[in-house]
């Protein structure tokens, strides 16, 4: 217990709520979660969490508020690049290079299940090298399956290994199972970070046969 106290200690000042006006649910509003990867305010989120947004805001951890725009989006992944506007320097989490996971491990989920800030839960790495469909009908590869409870509002938010590194992006619950949840991998967020980044989409090549 002391482990994951420790753990959830130093990275939810990291996480944050991610409040989305004009949500492409039709509801005109949304929510989600998302962890600041950067001190400059870079944000991971998932895609469908600020898709069709018109205006996103941030809260974090201490309650400080900020207006935040999209860098880039991939569906692909269902992952999504924010930048906070602020010119303070934020408190951030590293990505892990989820090569090293074996299954078994303690993983950690923190975010806002439902709207309720800094909810965590834990549990294990269930497996590794799962494939999950995106909503666009793409197949997600090197997925992180977990049984630490994710619930609507947890999207967008970090997996955290027992070092305090982000392990996964948490994305998607079956619904109707228990404790099948899963979240995509750090190696991928920081492949389609670094695409956004620098180009802002991620570039694939294709052949162009059906």
């Given at each position: 217990?002391?482990?994951?106290?420790?753990?959830?200690?130093a990275?939810?000042?990291?996480?944050?709520?991610?409040?989305?006006?004009?949500?492409?649910?039709?509801?005109?509003?949304?929510?989600?979660?998302?962890?600041?990867?950067?001190p400059?305010?870079i944000?991971?989120?998932?895609?469908?969490?600020?898709?069709?947004?018109?205006?996103?805001?941030?809260?974090?951890?201490?309650?400080?508020?900020?207006?935040?725009?999209?860098?880039?989006?991939?569906?692909?992944?269902?992952?999504a690049?924010?930048?906070?506007?602020?010119?303070?320097?934020?408190?951030?989490?590293?990505?892990?290079?989820?090569?090293?996971?074996?299954?078994?491990?303690?993983?950690?989920?923190?975010?806002?299940?439902?709207?309720?800030?800094?909810?965590v839960?834990a549990?294990?790495?269930?497996?590794?090298?799962?494939?999950?469909?995106?909503?666009?009908?793409?197949?997600?590869?090197?997925?992180?399956?977990?049984?630490?409870?994710?619930?609507?509002?947890?999207?967008?938010?970090?997996?955290?290994?027992s070092?305090?590194?982000?392990?996964?992006?948490?994305?998607?619950?079956?619904?109707?199972?228990?404790?099948?949840?899963?979240?995509?991998?750090?190696?991928?967020?920081?492949f389609?970070?670094?695409?956004?980044?620098r180009?802002?989409?991620?570039?694939?090549?294709?052949?162009?046969?059906?």
């Open positions: 217990s002391r482990t994951v106290s420790g753990v959830v200690e990275v939810s000042p990291a996480v944050v709520h991610v409040h989305v006006e004009g949500h492409r649910s039709g509801t005109g509003q949304g929510s989600g979660s998302g962890v600041i990867v950067a400059d305010g944000v991971l989120t998932n895609n469908h969490v600020v898709e069709g947004a018109r205006s996103i805001a941030l809260t974090l951890d201490d309650g400080s508020r900020f207006a935040a725009h999209p860098v880039g989006r991939d569906p692909d992944t269902d992952l690049v924010l930048r906070a506007v602020t010119q303070d320097r934020l408190p951030f989490a590293g990505l892990a290079d989820s090569r090293t996971l074996r299954p078994g491990q303690i993983a950690i989920a923190i975010g806002n299940p439902l709207g309720f800030d800094a909810t839960t549990g294990v790495v269930s497996a590794l090298g799962r494939s999950l469909r995106a909503k666009n009908g793409r197949l997600i590869d090197d997925v992180i399956q977990t049984d630490a409870a994710i619930n609507p509002g947890n999207s967008g938010g970090p997996l955290v290994s070092a305090g590194e982000v392990i996964g992006i948490n994305t998607a619950v079956i619904m109707g199972a228990q404790g099948i949840c899963f979240a995509v991998a750090s190696n991928t967020a920081q389609v970070l670094g695409e956004i980044v180009h802002g989409r991620v570039r694939r090549a294709y052949i162009g046969l059906g």
